[in-house]
């Protein structure tokens, strides 16, 4: 390396102007203090003495809470018999765990609540016509979304409507809805509450942000109206007060009311984040349609709306998962849904066993938390894939 | 530049002849050699523009001096203090260097003089006052005094880097160093930035420069370096520099810059 | 041109038409209405709000008696106890929120990812499934009385609530509580003075200490010297029963655990997101003008953040006070409760008493909504 001087620089420095190198230095390994699992260690773990004292806290914590909890979930678990002798304390089995023999015994009644026995091929049906048409939705590469959308839209609502319910043209006896119950019930409600919330959302997500006084002044109401109280008084007005607004003869049943509640309660949040997305759209989508001389109904149904509702489906499919977690409180209009089976279940007296509330309890858990993170796990997906999409 | 400086305002110098010494730095991100032995040595009042490709390590070059990055190997010496993990010599440090960001990274929520009077109040701990007159004084300097009381985004990129610059110069440093100052902006608006270095420099402020203005490093620059794959390929004046480069890299990447 | 290809035309006909709809369809319901009360023989208007309610209510913060007590005095209990449990459930919610919400971002990753766990369980489980799960499986499921959990504090824990020590303030204890106001105020000027001097001389005041000091010491000081004017009704186990103290009862903790828990996952997904939006920029240029750590936090990332953060935050209070409507579930007389519940039994008035109970939740997210809209036009940043 050539040292020189700089000109106009003091003497004595050793500044490197005039330099060429010869060779260029090749990559090498970083001090192993910086790589490995120490350095793992240090950065993640170990980073001040703060840090450090939190992860032994934490470890300790992990030791004292994890080996219990898989006492409880797995070893002392009873996982066979028949009623609450299983799972009671005797003098042999001093340790309780979960009790899944409870799981296994009531499953079906979970599942199916009271439908009857001869019938429930009827629900199975059900379930797979639905999972045909979720993942011909949501798969964002799947063909024929057109078709997807009158099947998930039109097709699927009559078809389980017929199955479920009965056509005895048919040869599928009427199962009135106060025999409904369990999973299938809290998947039907939110099937409906899904399928309405969508198209009435953006109609009223259209209606606030058109130029019509009247439309935009009704639908703002009802979307702040419905949006400021908590849904159980939706499902009261709709379970108590619906009544009482339509005539005599045309009383809906029990389960109908519960359905109005929710899809009511739910297009007016899907109106608002519809209403984000149609916002989230550039001008220039607007103008450049109206320039192409396309009317108001063609530039929504042809540039708008597919853009904004791409852009949209996160949020959407984040709606639903409240959605979803909201249909449990339809049991207060006595409507007896998957938690409400459990709850039966647990305080039932052939099954009273001291953990057989909890070990119910986990179970819904895990039902409930495979379904919304499925979801959410989708709509992350498809945001990382729109991010990727915007950065071409 | 005729107006007097305000009471607040000491004239800052370097207290050695040396102002940044690197000797064999290398710095690693993960399993990746992003500096590789850097040896480099600039002197009191020098001005160096450094330039080369894109990802050749320049910004993470000039961040180890007010480290905002760390280097793992090697010593870099500013002022004749050495950079370690010590706080207080950070802190002395990062108080004796300016930086300027490519993207201005001025505080949104402050307006432009709370943006430039942040630092000389809470860091050098002066009178609100005090603070103000010099941050108008910068501010004056760099012609936008009339703007003091706008926020961030109402200036356009050439006045808000013009801000961060100022911003800088109120805690009166000894060192500047530039990270691409103008190439977020719109071309309309380099000059008005450029001209604000240029000044810089005439007054004898010790520069590092990361910038690709050819024309700003043959008017100001005591030195240029050619960087790539995290290493000084070649150093020299600038009229040699661009007269005559002899590394076929420099070759290369001048080629391509100058068309 | 024929009228219909009009714009206007067509929009004052189409608007025509949905109000004629609208119109309709509350005649309809209005007419229906008022046929099914005659039929049904139900009262109608608020002649009920001062009748007797005859029914007890387990929780109460004003007087409340099964006898004399009337349907509007129920009306208030309710009201007052949704707010309660909001309140407290509010300032537990952030807190713990906010710490979830930074853990997040911790450089330590066995944190991290006990805070993202928590996170990602607690927001993907029902709030019912939770709050029965707290009250059933946890509360309800604790020891008897006979074999209460005995915790500091002379209190305990037993399926019928947590006992404590009730503070029964003696004479002079007044003074604490001055001495406390007073300190406080004093803080206050505290902070005012050091601002000023700051800008005056430069000098900064150890402003935090001060005023952590100002908030203990005197009222300390006061408590000592007037020899501790304050005792406590300490809860006694007797055999069936315990007698004394106060109860916080299992249905009160229940609702307040559940809605606490849950909030706080969505709460530390808005912090987080508030923190991100503050660009790695922001935090080297502070560095790099020589702010420390602490204050490049203080001076430059919390106020952006806070930004950010405050509208969701506010909308997540308002779910928190309209999730406390679940108390239905675990029996605690909250305003959903007393009065969908038990009132709209009674009276059977289910237009009245919805209605009511919904114009009280429309009114306070009406109200916070406002506010929320007048803080975001005041705060927005400026941009051009
Ligand atoms: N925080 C980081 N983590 C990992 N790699 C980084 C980081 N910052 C920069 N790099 C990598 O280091 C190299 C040099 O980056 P930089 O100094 O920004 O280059 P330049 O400024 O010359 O374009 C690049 O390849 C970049 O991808
Ligand atoms: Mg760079």
């Not at chain 1, 023999?101 to 016509?129: C, H, K, S």
């Not at chain 1, 029990?254 to 509640?261: D, M, N, P, S, Y």
């Not at chain 2, 005439?202 to 008017?219: D, K, L, P, S, W």
């Not at chain 3, 909308?315 to 409507?325: E, M």
Request: proline share 6%; aromatic share 10%.
């Amino acid at each position: 390396m050539t040292v020189t001087e700089p000109p106009g620089v003091a003497p004595g420095n050793r500044g490197n102007a005039d330099f060429v190198r010869s060779a260029m230095a090749p990559a090498a390994k970083p001090p192993s203090s910086e790589v490995g699992a120490i350095a793992w260690l240090r950065h993640n773990l170990f980073t001040g003495p703060l840090n450090t004292l939190l992860t032994i806290g934490l470890v300790l914590l992990g030791y004292w809470t994890i080996p219990p909890l898989v006492d409880y979930l797995f070893i002392d678990a009873v996982w066979t018999g028949s009623d609450r002798e299983a799972c009671i304390y005797t003098a042999e089995r001093t340790k309780v765990g979960a009790c899944w023999a409870f799981v296994v015994d009531r499953a079906a009644f979970f599942t199916y609540g009271f439908y009857p026995l001869a019938e429930r091929w009827r629900i199975d049906v059900f379930f797979v016509l639905l999972v045909i048409g979720i993942v011909w939705l949501l798969h964002l590469r799947a063909p024929r979304k057109d078709l997807a959308a009158i099947y998930g839209f039109v097709f699927l609502p009559v078809a389980s409507f017929l199955l479920l319910s009965g056509t005895p043209s048919l040869g599928l006896p009427t199962v009135p809805t106060n025999l409904w119950g369990g999973m299938m019930v809290s998947v039907v409600v939110s099937a409906v509450g899904i399928v309405v919330s969508l198209p009435l959302g953006i109609l009223l997500a259209l209606g606030r942000r058109s130029n019509m006084p009247a439309a935009k002044l009704f639908c703002v109401i009802f979307i702040e109206f419905v949006r400021g109280v908590p849904l159980i008084t939706v499902l009261f007005m709709a379970s108590v007060m619906l009544p009482l607004f339509v005539p005599d003869y045309m009383q809906p049943d029990k389960l109908l009311r519960a359905l109005v509640g929710i899809a009511l309660f739910a297009s007016a949040y899907m109106a608002e984040v519809v209403r984000a997305g149609l916002q989230a759209l550039p001008k220039g989508q607007y103008e450049g349609a109206m320039s192409l001389g396309l009317g108001w109904g063609q530039m929504m149904r042809l540039i708008i709306l597919p853009q904004a509702l791409k852009i949209t489906i996160p949020n959407i499919v984040n709606t639903y998962i409240g959605l979803f977690k909201d249909t449990t409180l339809v049991v207060i209009v006595g409507i007896f849904d998957f938690l409400k089976a459990i709850e039966a279940s647990r305080i039932d007296p052939t099954w009273a066993a001291p953990t057989v509330s909890t070990t119910g309890y986990i179970y819904a858990s895990i039902f409930y938390f495979f379904c919304c993170y499925a979801m959410s796990a989708y709509a992350r997906s498809v945001e990382r894939r729109l991010a990727v999409a915007d950065k071409r | 530049m005729t107006n007097t400086a305000p009471a607040g305002l000491k004239p800052a110098k370097l207290t050695h002849e040396t102002a940044i010494e690197m000797i064999g730095v290398n710095k690693w991100y993960g399993e990746f050699h992003v500096l590789r032995d850097i040896d480099l040595t600039i002197a009191r009042g020098e001005r160096v523009v450094v330039c080369g490709p894109s990802g050749s390590g320049k910004s993470t070059l000039i961040r180890c001096v007010n480290r905002l990055e760390e280097h793992q190997k090697g010593r870099i010496i500013v002022d004749g203090v050495e950079l370690t993990n010590d706080l207080k010599r950070i802190d002395e440090i990062r108080r004796e260097v300016g930086m300027v960001f490519q993207h201005f990274n001025l505080f949104p929520h402050l307006t432009i003089l709370e943006n430039c009077t942040l630092a000389p109040i809470w860091v050098k701990k002066m009178p609100k006052k005090d603070a103000e007159e010099v941050a108008m004084h910068y501010l004056t300097r760099v012609k936008i005094p009339e703007q003091a009381l706008k926020y961030p985004g109402q200036l356009s990129g050439g006045q808000q880097q013009r801000v961060a610059i100022a911003r800088s110069l109120c805690m009166s440093p000894k060192i500047m160093l530039f990270d691409e100052p103008t190439s977020a902006l719109d071309p309309e608006m380099v000059k008005e930035v450029l001209d604000t270095m240029v000044a810089l420099a005439e007054e004898g402020m010790t520069m590092i420069c990361v910038t690709h203005e050819m024309g700003f490093a043959r008017q100001v620059a005591d030195r240029v370096i050619f960087m790539d794959q995290g290493q000084i390929v070649e150093a020299n004046t600038p009229d040699e520099f661009f007269r005559d480069p002899r590394h076929e890299r420099t070759r290369l990447f001048l080629s391509q810059i100058l068309h | 041109m024929s009228p219909w290809n009009d714009p206007r035309v067509r929009s004052f006909v189409f608007q025509g038409f949905l109000i004629l709809v609208i119109g309709f369809l509350i005649y309809e319901a209005v007419d229906n209405a008022s046929d099914n009360l005659r039929r049904q023989r139900i009262a109608t208007g608020l002649g009920f709000w001062d009748s007797p309610a005859g029914f007890p209510i387990s929780q109460s913060m004003i007087f409340y008696s099964e006898t004399s007590s009337s349907y509007g005095d129920a009306f208030l209990v309710g009201l007052l106890n949704t707010l309660l449990v909001a309140a407290i459930g509010i300032v537990l919610a952030t807190v713990l929120g906010f710490t979830v919400g930074i853990a997040r971002l911790s450089k330590n990753i066995l944190v991290a990812g006990i805070a993202r766990w928590y996170i990602e369980i607690i927001r993907n489980l029902p709030l019912l499934l939770q709050l029965l799960f707290w009250y059933n499986a946890v509360l309800k499921a604790l020891p008897g009385v006979r074999e209460s959990a005995a915790l500091p504090f002379s209190s305990f824990l037993n399926n019928r609530g947590l006992f404590m020590p009730k503070p029964l303030p003696g004479a002079g204890f007044d003074y604490v509580l001055i001495a406390f106001f007073v300190a406080v105020a004093a803080a206050i000027g505290f902070r005012i003075w050091a601002r000023r001097r700051q800008e005056r001389t430069g000098l900064q005041a150890p402003v935090g200490s001060v005023t952590l000091a100002l908030l203990i010491l005197p009222a300390s000081l006061v408590y000592v010297a007037l020899g501790g004017p304050l005792t406590f009704d300490v809860p006694t186990a007797g055999r069936f029963n315990i007698t004394g103290g106060m109860v916080l009862q299992p249905e009160f903790l229940a609702l307040l655990f559940g809605l606490v828990i849950y909030t706080a996952a969505f709460i530390a997904e808005v912090v987080r997101a508030g923190i991100l939006a503050v660009s790695r920029g922001q935090t080297e240029a502070a560095f790099a003008l020589g702010l420390r750590p602490n204050l490049t936090t203080k001076l430059v990332i919390v106020p952006q953040a806070m930004r950010v953060i405050i509208p969701p935050l506010t909308s997540q209070y308002l779910n928190l006070t309209k999730n406390s409507s679940l108390a239905v579930f675990v029996g605690y007389p909250d305003l959903a409760n007393v009065f969908t519940g038990t009132v709209l039994n009674q009276t059977g008035q289910a237009i009245e008493v919805v209605g009511i109970t919904m114009l009280v939740y429309l009114t306070i997210s009406l109200g916070t909504s406002a506010l929320m809209n007048w803080y975001n036009s005041r705060k927005a940043l400026v941009e051009r």
